[in-house]
């Protein structure tokens, strides 16, 4: 961060490492945008894993489904076709006039952005599985709760998986747009905050944080596709 | 399971979901449950988005808007590819560039694009110069990373031919590494440009004066909520029109290459 950029950037508007540092302490001490970096990050975070674990818990059964039957398929995709265009970031104005600044319109835009990766890779999923897998199931005349358990759900798990990375990367992006957009805490009011006082430090330090957050809930993910694949050693080794 | 069904019957299925769908969205809003001003019918945001088009609204028409925000698309996008491009190759050839690149590129990964809204508006103001640069911080990545994947899978003997041959590093880039990582560079476009609109939504709706997000701030801002939705639907279909603009080009291109799958 040494460089300054000559001439295209008017000087002062870039952080200095000093200044970065001292914007840390700042913030982390008494406090920036409403409250101390602790309290953003817990409010942000707090909100990505509310609006993942929703999305999770609608997108990867209504994928189960789709993958399953092509009835459901036929039926849903449709209406998924016609959504599925508009980004994520496009529902921010819709949530606030529906629900305010508050934490309920964020969750919206973060299911939505989660939901619709986790319900494509589920499906993807299901529909990869090998056919003599699902035929060897049936001709045992499995019962379906035990066929959902123990075939659909393992089969697809690699590729919900996958789902589940893009899904937990959507959800950052959508949280910090939503908190740019408006908020009382958050990371992104930081960020939206310091761009107003014209602090260059604390933008840094607020994009740190983001990615740093990014970053580990990802690693939190990746061990818990480690530890749930276990059995799956192909997709480990794929992973490296 | 994978009970196979005809033609006729997914496309009854799938017209009765959409009917479902917008019945339902219909009915929501006629039935008084919610009220109109929060949950529009879809006619009258069909109404809206008609009216838009010949309507100014936060200072210009749904197609001025949308002319605005698609100018800054293409700057962003285009300057995107002329950097990403030759970068990825390059990172490709040049060991040393790799391993000087990639650590950082790997860091800035976890950056989501929109997190660069307040330096853009500090470094570029919020006019036509911040969301350029958001949309660029979108739409590099993929442009980068498919380039240097392009780069890296040119079947070696190709390019031990070229050295063979004494071909200077400079005429095997251009003529060997170029060409044959095209099909690869043209997916890493159609992500990009998939990435970089949907940055820019995110950008109009934070700092900006003109365009398809600005319009939607302002709807939103005036308890519009149809104009939102019409922004919306705008949004999505400029979306579907670049995706399989270039969809369409990648399809050429692999079958001029016979590469067709």
Not at chain 1, 69 to 88: G, K, V
Request: hydrophobic letters at 55%.
């Amino acid at each position: 961060m040494a460089t300054t950029v000559l001439g295209l950037i008017p000087s002062g508007r870039f952080p200095s490492p000093a200044e970065t540092w001292s914007a840390l302490v700042h913030v982390s001490g008494r406090g920036y945008g409403g409250g101390d970096l602790a309290l953003h990050v817990y409010n942000s975070l707090r909100l990505v894993v509310m609006g993942f674990l929703f999305a999770i818990a609608t997108g990867v059964p209504l994928g189960l489904l789709m993958g399953w039957s092509r009835r459901a398929e036929a039926f849903i995709n449709p209406i998924f076709l016609i959504i599925r265009p508009i980004p994520p970031l496009a529902w921010i104005p819709l949530a606030i006039l529906w629900l305010g600044l508050g934490d309920a319109a964020k969750i919206m835009v973060i299911w939505f952005s989660a939901f619709v990766p986790s319900v494509i890779n589920t499906f993807a999923g299901v529909r990869n599985i090998d056919r003599p897998v699902l035929e060897a199931a049936y001709m045992l005349g499995m019962p379906k709760i035990r066929f959902v358990t123990e075939v659909l759900i393992p089969g697809a798990s690699p590729m919900i998986f996958t789902g589940l990375r893009l899904s937990l990367q959507a959800s950052w992006t959508t949280l910090v747009a939503a908190e740019l957009v408006g908020a009382f805490y958050g990371i992104g009011r930081v960020l939206n905050v310091a761009q107003q006082d014209l602090y260059p430090g604390m933008i840094l330090v607020g994009m740190v944080t983001v990615a740093i957050l990014g970053w580990g809930t990802t690693r939190v993910l990746g061990l818990a596709e480690a530890r749930a694949l276990r059995w799956n050693t192909a997709a480990l080794a794929a992973k490296g | 399971m994978n009970r196979q069904i005809s033609l006729l019957q997914s496309i009854v299925l799938g017209f009765l979901g959409l009917a479902c769908f917008l019945g339902f969205w219909q009915g929501m809003s006629m039935s008084g449950l919610v009220s109109n001003i929060f949950l529009p019918s879809p006619l009258e945001v069909y109404e809206r988005f008609t009216t838009l088009i010949e309507r100014r609204f936060a200072g210009a028409t749904l197609p001025g808007h949308l002319a605005a925000s698609f100018m800054r698309f293409a700057y962003g996008f285009l300057l995107a590819a002329l950097i990403g491009i030759p970068l990825g190759l390059l990172m490709g050839w040049y060991q040393l560039l790799d391993e000087i690149v990639s650590p950082l590129f790997d860091a800035l990964r976890f950056v989501a694009p929109i997190a660069w809204v307040p330096f853009a508006a500090l470094w570029f103001g919020t006019g036509i110069g911040g969301p350029i640069m958001i949309i660029f911080a979108g739409a590099f990545p993929p442009c980068v990373i498919n380039a240097y994947r392009g780069a890296k899978f040119v079947d070696p003997r190709l390019i031990e031919a070229a050295n063979m041959l004494g071909t200077p590093s400079r005429r095997v880039i251009m003529e060997v590494l170029l060409p044959s990582s095209i099909p690869s560079i043209i997916s890493g476009l159609r992500v990009s440009a998939g990435l970089g609109w949907q940055s820019l939504v995110g950008a109009e709706l934070i700092v900006a004066s003109a365009g398809v997000g600005y319009m939607m701030v302002q709807g939103q801002a005036n308890i519009q909520t149809h104009t939102v939705m019409a922004g919306m639907v705008a949004i999505g279909l400029v979306g579907l029109a670049l995706d399989s603009a270039l969809r369409g080009v990648e399809r050429v291109i692999q079958k001029r290459r016979g590469l067709e799958q």
